[in-house]
Antibody, heavy 121, light 110 residues
Framework: EVHLVESGGGVVRPGGSLRLSCAAS????????MSWVRQAPGKGLEWVSG????????YYADSVKGRFTISRDNAKNSLHLQMNSLRAEDTAFYFC??????????????WGQGTLVTVSS | QSVLTQPPSASETPGQRVTISCSGG????????VYWYQQLPGTAPKLLIY???QRPSGVPDRFSGSKSGTSASLAISGLRSEDEADYYC???????????FGGGTKLTVL
C-alpha cells in the first residue's frame, strides 16, 4: 500500500527557513515524479513544486521560484522541500503527492496527510 | 484568483444528479487533460477523475467527467450524504509550465 508521510512543518518567523520532508513507501519511489501541493487554511489547492524521477528536472510555481528548492533522495525514498525567505502568504498545509501516469502534471494519484507551516511573527 | 474557474458552491438532494463546471483557456483545459479531486473535510484530496473522463480503481461509476473545448464538468449521480465535500478541477498550463487548480466547489447534499 502506498504511504506518503510529511514532516518538518511548524511555526517560523517571516524571512525564516524550514525544510519539509516526505517519506515514501509501498511503491518503487524512483519510478515516479513527485510534487508538493499546498493549501492555505480554508482556501483552495495550489501546486508548489515538482521534480522528475531522477531529480534532474525541477518545476516551481512563480509564487515560490527562487525561494523554495525541491529535491529527492531515491536511496532513502524521500522527498524534500527547502523553504527560504518565508512569507506570511506561505502559511498553509503542505502535501506531498505522487505524480501518476504521464509523469509531471496535475495527475496526483496519492497524497500524504499534510504538514502545517505557519509563518508568523 | 485561480486560473481555472469553478462555482464556489453547489447543492442538491440525495439521489439526484449534480454537475460542477470548470472553465479555463486554450493554454490549459483547451490543450491538456483535466483531472478532478474530491476533498472530504479534514482529509487530503483524492483523485476522482483523470484524463478528462477516466475513473481510478475504486471510484464509483456515479462519478463521471467530460470536457469540451476550454471547459470541463464533473457529474455526480445518485447523490449520497458522503459525497458532501470540496471538489477541485486541475489541468496542466502550457503558459505557466505547471499544474493549475480551480478554486474549488463546496458540494452540499441537502
Amino acid at each position: 500500500e502506498v504511504h506518503l508521510v510529511e514532516s518538518g512543518g511548524g511555526v517560523v518567523r517571516p524571512g525564516g527557513s524550514l525544510r519539509l520532508s516526505c517519506a515514501a513507501s509501498g511503491f518503487t519511489f524512483d519510478d515516479y515524479d513527485m510534487s508538493w501541493v499546498r493549501q492555505a487554511p480554508g482556501k483552495g489547492l495550489e501546486w508548489v513544486s515538482g521534480l522528475n524521477w531522477s531529480g534532474s528536472r525541477t518545476y516551481y510555481a512563480d509564487s515560490v521560484k527562487g525561494r523554495f528548492t525541491i529535491s529527492r533522495d531515491n536511496a532513502k525514498n524521500s522527498l524534500h522541500l527547502q523553504m527560504n525567505s518565508l512569507r506570511a502568504e506561505d502559511t498553509a498545509f503542505y502535501f506531498c503527492a505522487r505524480n501518476g501516469e504521464l509523469g509531471m502534471g496535475p495527475n496526483f494519484d496519492y497524497w500524504g496527510q499534510g504538514t502545517l507551516v505557519t509563518v508568523s511573527s | 484568483q485561480s486560473v481555472l474557474t469553478q462555482p464556489p458552491s453547489a447543492s442538491e438532494t440525495p439521489g439526484q444528479r449534480v454537475t460542477i463546471s470548470c472553465s479555463g483557456g486554450s493554454s490549459n483545459i483547451g490543450s491538456n487533460f483535466v483531472y478532478w479531486y474530491q476533498q472530504l473535510p479534514g482529509t487530503a484530496p483524492k483523485l476522482l477523475i483523470y484524463r478528462n473522463n477516466q475513473r481510478p480503481s475504486g471510484v464509483p461509476d456515479r462519478f463521471s467527467g467530460s470536457k469540451s473545448g476550454t471547459s470541463a464538468s464533473l457529474a455526480i449521480s445518485g447523490l449520497r450524504s458522503e459525497d458532501e465535500a470540496d471538489y477541485y478541477c486541475a489541468a496542466w498550463d502550457d503558459s505557466l509550465s505547471g499544474p493549475v487548480f480551480g478554486g474549488g466547489t463546496k458540494l452540499t447534499v441537502l
